[in-house]
């Protein structure tokens, strides 16, 4: 089976720019997740979807971040504006809907604010 | 919430050693263990992972202990190869519940 897929695989901007990024899950998965990986750190948990609605966006910073998921497939987040300490790879993940249940990553986009 | 502690940070070893790593969870409520290596550049991918009613699963050279009582839980790598060489995740999840909460990593090198 196609495993996530994410784009754009890296993105160079200035602090206070925009940036998006977009992630097509494995198909027939049900939820997906977003996560931030900052160097040297383990991944951590900003958003999680249940088809298309919201299930966990506890660490999402909601004043810049913002993600959707229309349709339940592909999902897209958003930083605006950026800031420096957002650079980091940011990862998306999907599994079938099923507790406890493996977590297949994509490839992450690597994202640099100058 | 859940917080994750994993050690050592980084781990280098000979090959054909063996490797430990071992992780603490704070919630008692979390029964969901997994494992996850992340080569450089790459993404994280699923090695071996617990569920807490069991104590120990093994799968090939790879095996993963859980002790519920102490809360902690150990990855263990026999018969090391320079191919094992990555960065090694623990999370934990509660039950019912997706979200992984993932420790800091341990780098791990196997030296030919």
């Known amino acids: 089976e196609a495993g996530v897929a994410q784009s754009p695989r890296y993105k160079i901007i200035e602090k206070r720019q925009s940036v998006a990024f977009w992630c097509n899950p494995i198909?027939?998965?049900?939820?997906l997740y977003w996560y931030q990986q900052i160097l040297g750190q383990g991944p951590k948990l900003l958003i999680q979807?249940?088809?298309?609605?919201?299930?966990?966006d506890s660490q999402l910073p909601k004043d810049r971040f913002s993600a959707e998921r229309l349709k339940g497939v592909d999902s897209t987040l958003k930083i605006q504006p950026a800031k420096l300490e957002d650079s980091a790879v940011y990862l998306c993940?999907?599994?079938?809907?099923?507790?406890?249940?493996?977590?297949?990553f994509g490839p992450g986009t690597r994202l640099t604010v100058l | 919430g859940e917080n994750v502690e994993q050690h050592p940070s980084t781990l280098s070893v000979q090959e054909g050693d063996s490797a430990v790593i071992k992780c603490t969870y704070s919630?008692?409520?979390?029964?969901?263990f997994p494992w996850y290596k992340q080569e450089l550049g790459k993404r994280p991918q699923l090695i071996i992972d617990?569920?807490?009613?069991?104590g120990e699963k093994k799968d090939q050279r790879i095996a993963v202990t859980l002790n519920k009582t102490a809360k902690h839980f150990s990855l263990h790598i026999t018969e090391t190869q320079p191919e094992d060489s990555a960065v090694y995740f623990c999370?934990?999840?509660?039950?019912?519940?997706?979200?992984?909460?993932f420790g800091k990593g341990t780098k791990l090198t196997v030296n030919p």
């Open positions: 993940a999907s599994s079938q809907f099923r507790s406890n249940n493996e977590q297949f």
């Open positions: 198909s027939g998965h049900a939820t």
């Open positions: 979807f249940q088809n298309n609605g919201v299930v966990d």
């Open positions: 919630d008692s409520a979390s029964n969901y």
């Open positions: 617990i569920r807490s009613n069991v």
């Open positions: 999370a934990a999840a509660q039950g019912g519940s997706e979200k992984l909460v």
